[in-house]
């Protein structure tokens, strides 16, 4: 098998690119440490420099993920222009573009079964990629009565299920196989149906 990156010199992000294939290939729970070794051109004994074992690979890669996540959501955001609920939007597409594009990563994220938690780094990162919706979703709200603000953790875990659930439910397989309605236009059509039961669109 041809080797991956790992002629670059760094090992450890060569069985984190080695991974993301194989949980293409194979999904997040279908390959062993040894073939990630394998596929990076290495020793099946290599990995232990870096990694204890399987899941803290895994738990690398999520956090490498949530990283670039956290940058493509930062991007789309652009500081709320040119307005806040164009640029919140804007977000969820790109929440789209990301699974879309890293699909490896994605899978590791959020499907993998691993312990954010459990792992610091990974938190952080995790958290990281939250607030910017938390951010976000604030936002939108700056014209409201501040009585009537809903909590925008709230709205942010709420968009980001909404965001997750059209990922898993529409965005794989055969373009239009369960609707014939875009991801895109379903996420973006869901999102403002809820905004505007919160008072965010009023006209």
Request: glycine share 12%; hydrophobic share 40%.
């Amino acid at each position: 098998m041809a080797r991956s990156s790992y002629h670059h010199g760094n090992l450890r992000q060569a069985l984190v690119e080695a991974t993301v294939r194989l949980i293409e290939e194979n999904g997040p729970q279908g390959f062993t440490l040894a073939e990630a070794a394998r596929l990076a051109g290495v020793s099946a004994a290599a990995p232990y420099r870096h990694f204890t074992g399987r899941d803290e690979l895994l738990e690398d890669v999520a956090r490498q993920g949530f990283e670039e996540f956290a940058d493509r959501l930062e991007a789309a955001y652009d500081d709320g222009r040119p307005r806040a609920l164009t640029a919140f939007l804007r977000m969820g597409q790109e929440y789209l573009n990301f699974a879309a594009d890293r699909r490896g990563y994605y899978i590791a994220m959020f499907e993998s079964g691993i312990s954010i938690a459990g792992n610091a780094g990974l938190s952080l990162a995790s958290e990281r990629a939250r607030g910017v919706l938390v951010r976000a979703a604030g936002g939108l709200f700056d014209k409201l009565p501040e009585g009537r603000r809903p909590p925008p953790g709230m709205v942010a875990d709420h968009i980001w299920a909404l965001s997750h659930g059209v990922v898993e439910l529409f965005s794989r397989g055969k373009p239009g196989s369960r609707s014939p309605i875009s991801p895109a236009d379903m996420l973006e059509s869901g999102a403002l149906i809820y905004l505007r039961g919160l008072g965010v669109i009023t006209d």
